[in-house]
């Protein structure tokens, strides 16, 4: 195996690399600007290449170093998760961030079960849908919608994105909804949002191209429950999140055409940290449990995108 320069010197390169300055390296590190520089020298003299280029005032990288700075970062990065797993990935914690409309309805109301499975595991979940900055290392596993991909973390298929059109059971004998059609003269909350386009086009609806005006627009399915329950209008959601208020007559779903889209929802978290117990015990509970709701939804529903 060939033999590593000594860690001090890469970590000294990655610092001075990542924030392009000897000074601030040498605080983040607590060293001397001397000793930062000479490890980087020292590592330059090993390479036979020069990784900076020394400007007056001011030092940038070499075309050498931008080729080894994201490797080197990587690496340092999975470093600190693999000790990080070792000093806290067995505590009994795990820190749930989800996207407000699953976890505040079909999430909360089955988490409970996890704790139970695992009494030795305590969660913490919090509600949002901002991106995690899983650097922080605040939050353990994220469930979030979009398309799979995120570098440097690992992401596992739940289900693909769903909406109908759903409202009080009042609303939709007051309005007399008959047809697809009928919901372009009803109060529709975020009439603007493209959902709806889609679905009238699904079913078969020729609609304007831009609604006469903007509507309510909220920030998560729980606030548009709210509303659809008062009888303020109706709303594109998701059937299988509300499937008790479906199936007990509380919200009705009028018209049958499911939109399905590619944008789905994805359990992510650091590939670092795959195998940490709590996440493992998480993601398999989750699977499981998910995979007990497969006949309330098509089986496209279930399957990747592809």
């Known amino acids: ?30 060293m001397t600007q001397a ?37 080197i970062s990587n690496a340092f990065t999975l470093m600190g998760d693999a000790f990080a797993s070792l000093a806290g990935d067995e505590a009994d914690v795990l820190t749930i961030s989800v996207a407000t409309s699953f976890g505040g309805t079909w999430l909360a109301a089955r988490i409970g079960a996890f704790q139970l499975a695992f009494p ?10 901002a991106l995690v900055d899983f650097d922080t290392g605040q939050v ?80 998560s399915q729980l606030q548009e429950a709210s509303a659809v329950q008062a009888g303020y209008g109706i709303a594109m959601m998701t059937p299988l999140f509300w499937h008790s208020e479906l199936a007990s007559g509380r919200m009705v779903q009028p018209f049958e055409p499911l939109l399905i889209s590619d944008a789905s929802l994805w359990l992510v978290h650091r590939e670092g940290r795959a195998g940490v117990r709590k996440i493992e015990r998480f993601r398999e509970w989750l699977r499981a449990t998910l995979y007990k709701d497969r006949h309330l939804g098509p089986k496209q529903l279930w399957e990747p995108p592809s």
Not at 1 to 27: D, G, V
Not at 57 to 69: A, F, M
Not at 120 to 129: E, H, I, K
Request: charged residues 25%; contains cysteine; hydrophobic residues 45%.
């Open 140 to 219: 353990d596993v994220a469930i979030r919608i979009g398309p799979g991909h995120w570098p440097g973390l690992r992401a596992d298929f739940l289900m693909r994105q769903c909406l109908a059109p759903i409202c009080s059971p009042a609303f939709a004998v007051a309005h007399d909804l008959r047809e697809p059609a009928d919901l372009l003269r009803v109060e529709r909350l975020a009439p603007n949002d493209s959902w709806w386009a889609d679905w009238f086009a699904l079913s078969g609806v020729e609609a304007p191209a831009l609604p006469s005006r903007r509507g309510v627009e909220l920030d």
């Open 120 to 129: 030795d595991l305590a969660v913490r979940m919090s509600m949002s849908n």
């Open 1 to 30: 195996m060939t033999r590593l320069p000594p860690l001090a010197a890469i970590r000294a390169f990655e610092s001075a690399a990542r924030l392009e300055n000897f000074s601030r390296a040498a605080e983040e590190l607590g």
């Open 35 to 71: 000793a930062v520089s000479y490890q980087i020298r020292q590592l330059e003299s090993r390479l036979g290449r020069s990784l900076f280029i020394r400007e007056k005032g001011r030092v940038r990288l070499s075309e050498t170093g931008q080729r080894l700075l994201p490797a």
